[in-house]
């Protein structure tokens, strides 16, 4: 009855005072405008209309469920959800009331509370198929719900997502599905990803500690630490019992204090404490992909400084598998390799770095470790007098002297057919290189890494005794005598 539903609300005595009748009229008269914007999908004047319908009348439920449903077009679910509870409230047997009601809760993620009003539903409409149907995406939403937290214990966070994703779509207006979805793709290192659903949910609602949270993390595993600590301590303030922003908060200046200690012990020169502070930083978080590459890196560079450097190459290895695009981890191994004679990795890893940043500087490197490539297929004539690469010219006579004399075959007459072949062959590889390191042009065409043979100097022709000969000289001839079981000495004739 009008009684029942409708009150005049202003009661200014001043003001003529209309009947329940007419209160009644024009309250329909309101709602049925807003079911005509409703029906042209201008929901914002359809709202304004049933809100004065409901001014008019505030006891009827069917206003609170135009109204409710408006609101849903509109996506402003929680509003909407309020509406229809009133409107059920009013009318325990509004049907659409309640499966208004569990649409919200549903859109808002809270699918227990869905599923009883769908439920109530069935008892009023045993046959109503939409009731039918939500329950169904409640029941789903459930078990996403379920599958999401076993794959966020197990560390799965793709499962996590893909869970998230299906539920959105049933629940779209649920924070706490975007906000367990944005985290795990911050995990996952899709953090452009990750700030979008933040930032989404922060322009609703600009206090939400769980976006700040998220936020914050994207900002913490992009190494911005201190912007990082910002929204961390901000989703304090609005949440003091953060667990996660305050594990994440205290992990950050944690991190940032030892690698902090580590660069300044590095610029000291005290490698030894720079190697260890950088290796404790490494311990800190796992999770922190980006800043842990860099902490690898330093760490190879002060392995390299303290001669460490296969555990350096290790280390680069370490930087570059948690970020593939670490340009700086693939020079600092690229010189690692060439450091250890690794020129073919060495090579590769600055091919990977020009076709990244083709600038004349990894240019230059990568010319430069081809040379070494191809210098170290060929005899290393150093490395046979036993000499360093900036042995003067007495150390390589001396060298020679010594060498020669080791593997002549006169030396060898009486051992095996095998043994005479051998040391054979290394008198000849000590002469041919004596030949090229005593001879200035050939030594500076050899160390450049110019091919000898391609300046018509052909090491194959060449006879070992000749340069023997010229370098002891006598007019004689030489033998080698025996001077004792396994003795011999070298006498000119």
């Not at 049933?50 to 469920?65: E, L, Q, R």
């Not at 609602?205 to 700040?212: G, K, V």
């Not at 012990?265 to 800043?291: C, H, Q, R, V, W």
């Amino acid at each position: 009855m009008a009684t029942e539903n409708c009150d005049a609300v202003n009661m200014d005595p001043d003001i003529e005072l209309l009947s329940d009748e007419e209160i009644e009229r024009d309250a329909e008269a309101f709602k049925e405008q807003g079911n005509a914007f409703y029906i042209k999908k201008d929901y914002t004047e359809a709202f304004n209309y049933y809100t004065k319908a409901i001014d008019m009348c505030p006891k009827n439920a069917s206003y609170y469920g135009n109204r409710a449903a408006t609101l849903m077009m509109l996506c402003r679910y929680r509003e909407a959800l309020e509406d229809s509870q009133q409107a059920v409230r009013l009318d325990n047997s509004f049907m659409k009331g309640h499966l208004r009601e569990g649409k919200c809760h549903l859109s808002l993620g809270n699918a227990m509370a869905a599923s009883c009003c769908f439920q109530k539903v069935l008892e009023l409409e045993p046959d109503n198929s939409q009731a039918q149907q939500e329950l169904k995406n409640a029941e789903s939403i459930l078990e996403y719900e379920r599958m999401a937290e076993i794959g966020f214990e197990k560390r799965d966070f793709r499962m996590v997502v893909f869970c998230m994703d299906r539920a959105l779509e049933c629940a779209s207006a649920c924070h706490k599905f975007k906000i367990l979805k944005a985290e795990c793709l911050a995990l996952l290192g899709r953090y452009p990803e990750a700030q979008s659903v933040a930032s989404d949910i922060l322009r609703m609602d600009s206090t939400n500690a769980d976006a700040l949270y998220v936020r914050g993390l994207c900002l913490y595993y992009e190494d911005c630490i201190d912007k990082a600590v910002q929204f961390f301590v901000q989703a304090l303030r609005m949440a003091p019992d953060h667990d996660k922003a305050r594990l994440a908060c205290r992990n950050s200046k944690a991190l940032k204090a030892k690698k902090e200690e580590g660069n300044k012990a590095f610029k000291e020169g005290n490698f030894e404490a720079a190697y260890d502070l950088y290796s404790e930083a490494l311990t800190i978080d796992p999770n922190n992909i980006k800043t842990n590459a860099k902490l690898f890196c330093n760490r190879a560079t002060v392995g390299s400084k303290l001669k460490k450097l296969e555990q350096a190459i290790e280390d680069c290895t370490k930087a570059i598998k948690l970020d593939e695009t670490y340009i700086k981890a693939y020079l600092r191994r690229a010189q690692c390799y060439m450091d250890t004679e690794q020129y073919e990795e060495g090579v590769r890893d600055y091919e990977k770095v020009y076709q990244t940043e083709k600038t004349k500087e990894h240019k230059h490197l990568l010319k430069t470790a081809q040379l070494e490539l191809k210098k170290s297929k060929r005899k290393d004539y150093y490395k046979i007098l036993g000499v360093d690469k900036n042995a003067t010219e007495e150390e390589i006579k001396k060298a020679y002297r010594k060498r020669a004399l080791l593997h002549h075959p006169d030396r060898h007459s009486s051992a095996s057919t095998e043994v005479q072949k051998e040391e054979e062959k290394k008198f000849k590889e000590v002469g041919e290189a004596f030949s090229v390191l005593s001879d200035a042009k050939k030594k500076a065409r050899y160390d450049s890494g110019q091919d000898l043979e391609d300046d018509g100097m052909n090491m194959g022709d060449f006879d070992a005794n000749n340069i023997f000969k010229a370098f002891f000289g006598g007019p004689g001839g030489f033998s080698f005598e025996a001077s004792g079981p396994g003795n011999f000495f070298f006498q000119f004739g």
